[in-house]
């Protein structure tokens, strides 16, 4: 079956970098991209980017152009996505989604604070 | 880059039907048949409810169907039935390759 599963909640301070990682199984990794979407606590679902294995640069939301890299590794079946320059509104839970036209099966969610 | 726009909540009786709205621009709704609707309960991953604006994937009920008319789609829940409750995301790809969702609506069963 279809999986993505996430990598562990994190707590970092203003300023710093956080990387998460999404692992998939139970499908052809490279037939599908990946997307990040990322919730703030109370709040809707915001688009930050997808990226794929077979379609070449990855796609970021104008918001977070320059402070998000997200990056493919096939041997793992891995993406990862990089958040630079955090702030204390980055905190969300980040989701990685399976995506082609639309995001039919998302991870678990990824809790990053940032707090002083 | 604005979201689309949804109502911020809607209601209705077990058994009726509601419908909720996601107006968007030429550059999005207007332009392309990729609207994708989400369910959302408290504290859980979102999950795919209708894709590219009338499709519903495996193992969703028939109750939830989706339509597009110029810049808004739709959302439409017939006989409501206590588990619908949730919050409901719309989403649309945007020219220039992006996604931009909606604000989200929450839905009450009275």
């Known amino acids: 079956q279809v999986q993505l599963v996430q990598s562990g909640a994190e707590v970092k301070s203003p300023g710093a970098s956080v990387k998460v990682s999404c692992k998939s199984s139970?499908?052809?990794?490279?037939?599908?991209?990946i997307s990040w979407v990322r919730q703030a606590p109370g709040q809707g679902l915001e688009w930050m980017g997808w990226?794929?294995?077979?379609?070449?640069?990855?796609n970021y939301a104008q918001k977070f152009q320059g402070r998000v890299t997200m990056t493919t590794d096939t041997s793992t079946s891995t993406v990862y996505m990089e958040l630079r320059s955090l702030r204390t509104d980055d905190t969300a839970v980040y989701y990685c989604?399976?995506?082609?036209?639309?995001?039919?099966?998302w991870g678990q969610g990824t809790l990053v604070t940032v707090s002083s | 880059q604005s979201a689309l726009t949804q109502p911020a909540s809607v209601s209705g009786s077990p058994g009726q039907s509601i419908t909720i709205s996601c107006t968007g621009t030429?550059?999005?709704?207007?332009?392309?048949?990729?609207v994708s609707w989400y369910q959302q309960h408290p504290g859980k991953a979102p999950k795919l409810m209708i894709y590219?604006?009338?499709n519903r994937p495996s193992g969703v009920s028939n109750r939830f169907s989706g339509s597009k008319s110029g810049n808004t789609a739709s959302l439409t829940i017939s006989g409501l039935q206590a588990e619908d409750e949730a919050d409901y995301y719309c989403?649309?790809?945007?020219?220039?390759?992006?996604?931009?969702f909606g604000g989200g609506t929450r839905l009450t069963v009275l």
């Open positions: 989604a399976r995506d082609r036209s639309s995001s039919d099966y």
């Open positions: 139970g499908y052809a990794f490279t037939t599908y991209g």
């Open positions: 990226t794929s294995a077979y379609y070449g640069d990855p």
């Open positions: 030429s550059n999005d709704v207007g332009d392309y048949n990729y």
């Open positions: 590219e604006v009338t």
């Open positions: 989403s649309s790809y945007r020219r220039g390759g992006t996604q931009v």
